[in-house]
């Protein structure tokens, strides 16, 4: 199997969480946008390939790999929601992220307000979350986990008012397999 990403895309960090706790063997190729934009038809990482399948979102790489080892992705259809949940939020906080770098002020957009309110109101609602603080970590945690650590990385959000997800992170930074994969340039 070959794994293209990047060292700080928190979608690729997951399934890089995913390869530790399965032990499959998986080659990393470092991809860039210019690489992704030939490779994949998302232009997006991560993407997978394992023989002549190709997997081209997180979700359905994640799923993949967890049922190879006979285990199940998102069990239930509360961890389901909950996983969308963070997914919406990181998801829009990275489309944000593009946009502004590419300087655009979010400001002025009226969907783009929306989209800045979307995080919050998701953020609020994660922080009410009843959340483990040590291993196992399922996928909508380890997704949650993945999320603040790129939003922190990247400085796209303040998390001091939201005490339960602090805790919850600090916690997790003793999960090895979390730590062995934390953002890099
Ligand atoms: N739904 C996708 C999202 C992947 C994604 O947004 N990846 C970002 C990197 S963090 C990307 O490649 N963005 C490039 C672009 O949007 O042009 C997944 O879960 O794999």
Redesign the pocket.
């Known amino acids: 199997m070959k794994l293209y990403?990047?060292y700080?895309?928190?979608?690729?960090r997951h399934c890089r969480i995913v390869l530790l706790e399965t032990g499959l063997a998986c080659e990393f190729i470092e991809t860039d946008?210019a690489g992704?934009?030939t490779k994949s038809p998302?232009?997006?990482?991560?993407?997978l390939e394992d023989g002549n399948q190709l997997f081209?979102?997180?979700?359905s790489?994640i799923k993949y790999l967890r049922e190879k080892v006979g285990n199940f992705f998102c069990a239930s259809a509360k961890e389901l929601d909950e996983y969308c949940l963070v997914?919406t939020a990181l998801?829009t906080t990275?489309?944000l992220f593009?946009i502004e770098r590419d300087g655009v002020q979010v400001a002025g957009i009226p969907y783009l307000r929306r989209q800045a309110e979307r995080i919050e109101s998701s953020i609020a609602e994660l922080n009410a979350m009843i959340l483990p603080m040590s291993s196992p970590y399922n996928d909508a945690e380890l997704r949650l986990a993945c999320f603040i650590g790129?939003a922190k990385f990247r400085k796209r959000f303040d998390f001091a008012e939201f005490k339960n997800l602090e805790n919850f992170f600090a916690a997790i930074q003793s999960y090895e397999n979390f730590k062995a994969t934390e953002p890099k340039v």
Do not use: L
């Open positions: 990403g990047s700080t895309s928190p979608f690729v946008m992704s934009a998302t232009k997006r990482v991560p993407f081209t979102d997180s979700s790489i997914n998801d990275i489309n593009f790129w």
